[in-house]
């Protein structure tokens, strides 16, 4: 993880997050929003909420409710990988940082785009372990066209266990899916008792905006939340579809969302290690598209992390995110205008931090090596100016007078090795040697990195009766649901 010691960038005072703060809780006593979930609605009948609508879901909730609960979460916690040296802090001035999440596509140079198999999936798994920039495997970095969809969790959740030794996110899709990721989890690492006290899970809980929680990601977060593994409680809005063209308002309702999810998961069980996520960007009105890598998505991350350490919570936002269909100067640009709020708010989880493509819909390999590329420089950013007596050079001034190069001071030689940013894919040669090299760009460049980096991959160790365990729990499982 990247520990980020820089000031947090504030892009509102204080009175306005007051503002936003109270039209939430707001919000939430007088319009109220929907949980679609019969123990939901119990649940939260029992701890004060009025039940306005049981059919439809909606539901009120006191203000009180909310900061009461609210204050119950950790305001950072660790989450323990099979490897300890892996091992995350969420929270505080640490940055995790995990890869895409979601799409149905993969594209490479060699192949073009097509649906992912679980192949490309296994391969991505591989790909983060072999990055260091990259601090979590994934949870459904891809969806795996070529295994059923009723058991495919069970071999995605079994990959990320298997071929990679650090932390990992959960399966949401069913409360099945969830608990199988539990129980799969609680034989890596030595039962439930075991994780309930030391967190290996974080799973993301999408809200399907504006202003209701579906029954499938309730179903996840209650058994996560059972089981006291992490979740992100994360609106999903494109601003101007799922919520008002008016950035305040958008925060508004943002705020209201993920409160009443991060409290409900106090409610649940108080202590859950929760993570404030936002996911916001905004439509473009002309087409209808979602647009990524914009001034107002920039702008709603600074104040979303401005809430969130308002609440004393860890803060989930950014990634490379892009609109283009190609690693190219496009996905790049809009990538790095996410990234430069996603580092400077100190965001505490990073999803979509390497290999988003077509908003979403795509994980590109080039895209992942390019990312990781961005990653590395703010990683340098992040160090800050050294200003010891190394960092302050005095003797390289005194040794080189007026009109001189400091190509051969003593300082120059101790320290040219490591003195600057060394690039992963960019290049720096003049014309003719590039030229000569091949005349490459960088996503050809990029294209050898990735295979370079799988040629060179070595699966993790794991006790070969924890493997066996592993794969007599998928057996046992797909035979139960393909028999169901």
């Given at each position: 993880m990247?520990?980020?010691?820089?000031?947090?960038?504030?892009?509102?005072?204080?009175?306005?997050?007051?503002?936003i703060?109270?039209?939430?809780?707001?919000?939430?006593?007088?319009l109220?929003?929907?949980?679609?979930?019969?123990?939901?609605?119990?649940?939260?009948?029992?701890?004060?909420?009025?039940?306005?609508?049981?059919?439809?879901?909606?539901?009120?909730?006191?203000?009180?409710?909310?900061?009461?609960?609210?204050?119950?979460?950790?305001?950072?916690?660790?989450?323990?990988?099979?490897?300890?040296?892996?091992?995350?802090?969420?929270g505080?001035?640490?940055q995790?940082?995990?890869?895409?999440?979601?799409?149905?596509?993969?594209?490479?140079?060699?192949?073009g785009?097509?649906?992912?198999?679980?192949q490309?999936?296994?391969?991505?798994?591989?790909?983060?372990?072999?990055?260091?920039?990259?601090?979590?495997?994934?949870?459904?970095?891809?969806?795996?066209?070529?295994?059923?969809?009723?058991?495919?969790?069970?071999?995605?959740?079994?990959?990320?266990?298997?071929?990679?030794?650090?932390?990992?996110?959960?399966?949401?899709?069913?409360?099945?899916?969830?608990?199988?990721t539990?129980?799969?989890?609680?034989?890596?690492?030595?039962g439930?008792?075991?994780i309930?006290?030391?967190?290996?899970?974080?799973?993301?809980?999408?809200?399907?905006?504006?202003?209701?929680?579906?029954?499938?990601?309730?179903?996840?977060?209650i058994?996560?939340?059972?089981?006291?593994?992490?979740?992100?409680?994360t609106?999903?809005?494109?601003?101007?579809?799922?919520?008002?063209?008016?950035?305040?308002?958008?925060?508004?309702?943002?705020?209201?969302?993920?409160?009443?999810?991060?409290?409900?998961?106090?409610?649940?069980?108080p202590?859950?290690?929760?993570?404030?996520g936002?996911?916001?960007?905004?439509?473009?009105m002309?087409s209808?598209?979602?647009?990524?890598?914009?001034?107002?998505?920039?702008?709603?991350?600074?104040?979303?992390?401005?809430?969130?350490?308002?609440?004393?919570?860890?803060?989930?936002?950014?990634?490379?995110?892009?609109?283009?269909?190609?690693?190219?100067?496009?996905?790049?640009?809009?990538?790095t205008?996410?990234?430069w709020?996603?580092?400077?708010?100190?965001?505490?989880?990073?999803?979509?931090?390497?290999?988003?493509?077509?908003?979403?819909?795509?994980?590109s390999?080039?895209?992942?090596?390019?990312d990781?590329?961005?990653?590395?420089m703010?990683?340098?950013?992040?160090?800050?100016?050294?200003?010891?007596?190394?960092?302050?050079?005095?003797?390289?001034?005194?040794?080189?007078?007026?009109?001189?190069?400091?190509?051969?001071?003593?300082?120059t030689?101790?320290?040219?090795?490591?003195?600057?940013?060394?690039?992963?894919?960019?290049?720096?040669?003049?014309?003719?040697?590039?030229?000569?090299?091949?005349?490459l760009?960088?996503?050809?460049?990029?294209?050898?990195?990735?295979?370079?980096?799988?040629?060179?991959?070595?699966?993790?160790?794991?006790?070969p009766?924890?493997?066996?365990?592993?794969?007599?729990y998928?057996?046992?499982?797909?035979?139960?649901?393909n028999?169901?």
């Amino acid at each position: 993880m990247f520990t980020n010691s820089l000031p947090k960038y504030s892009y509102l005072p204080t009175e306005a997050l007051d503002v936003i703060h109270e039209n939430s809780l707001k919000l939430l006593e007088t319009l109220g929003l929907e949980f679609n979930h019969p123990e939901a609605l119990d649940i939260w009948e029992k701890a004060g909420a009025e039940i306005v609508d049981r059919e439809a879901g909606l539901i009120r909730i006191p203000r009180q409710l909310i900061e009461t609960n609210i204050a119950k979460a950790p305001a950072e916690f660790q989450l323990y990988a099979r490897n300890p040296k892996h091992s995350v802090i969420i929270g505080g001035n640490h940055q995790v940082m995990a890869p895409v999440y979601g799409p149905p596509f993969v594209s490479d140079r060699d192949n073009g785009r097509r649906g992912a198999l679980l192949q490309d999936y296994q391969n991505f798994v591989k790909l983060a372990q072999m990055t260091p920039q990259i601090h979590n495997a994934g949870g459904t970095i891809v969806e795996p066209e070529d295994e059923p969809q009723e058991t495919r969790h069970l071999d995605m959740v079994y990959s990320l266990l298997r071929y990679s030794d650090k932390t990992f996110m959960g399966s949401v899709t069913t409360p099945e899916n969830a608990n199988d990721t539990v129980e799969m989890a609680a034989l890596v690492f030595g039962g439930r008792e075991v994780i309930a006290q030391k967190p290996v899970a974080i799973s993301l809980i999408n809200v399907n905006s504006p202003r209701r929680y579906d029954t499938r990601m309730l179903d996840a977060l209650i058994v996560y939340a059972k089981a006291r593994q992490a979740v992100i409680v994360t609106p999903f809005i494109l601003a101007g579809a799922m919520s008002p063209v008016a950035l305040g308002g958008t925060l508004i309702q943002q705020n209201a969302e993920a409160l009443a999810g991060l409290a409900f998961a106090q409610i649940i069980n108080p202590g859950t290690p929760v993570v404030y996520g936002s996911f916001l960007s905004n439509t473009d009105m002309q087409s209808g598209s979602p647009c990524f890598g914009t001034p107002e998505s920039a702008m709603g991350l600074f104040v979303s992390a401005q809430l969130a350490r308002r609440y004393k919570l860890p803060f989930r936002s950014g990634g490379g995110l892009t609109s283009s269909k190609i690693p190219d100067g496009q996905a790049m640009y809009e990538a790095t205008m996410g990234f430069w709020p996603t580092f400077l708010a100190g965001t505490n989880f990073v999803l979509h931090a390497a290999g988003w493509l077509e908003s979403g819909l795509v994980a590109s390999y080039e895209k992942f090596v390019l990312d990781v590329e961005l990653l590395r420089m703010m990683e340098v950013f992040l160090r800050g100016i050294p200003l010891d007596e190394e960092g302050l050079a005095l003797d390289a001034l005194e040794e080189v007078g007026p009109g001189g190069h400091f190509l051969g001071a003593g300082h120059t030689m101790r320290h040219f090795r490591e003195a600057f940013y060394r690039p992963l894919v960019s290049d720096v040669m003049n014309f003719e040697r590039w030229q000569q090299k091949g005349s490459l760009s960088a996503d050809q460049r990029a294209n050898a990195i990735w295979k370079k980096w799988l040629a060179d991959y070595q699966t993790p160790p794991m006790d070969p009766g924890l493997d066996e365990a592993l794969q007599a729990y998928m057996k046992k499982r797909k035979a139960e649901i393909n028999a169901g």
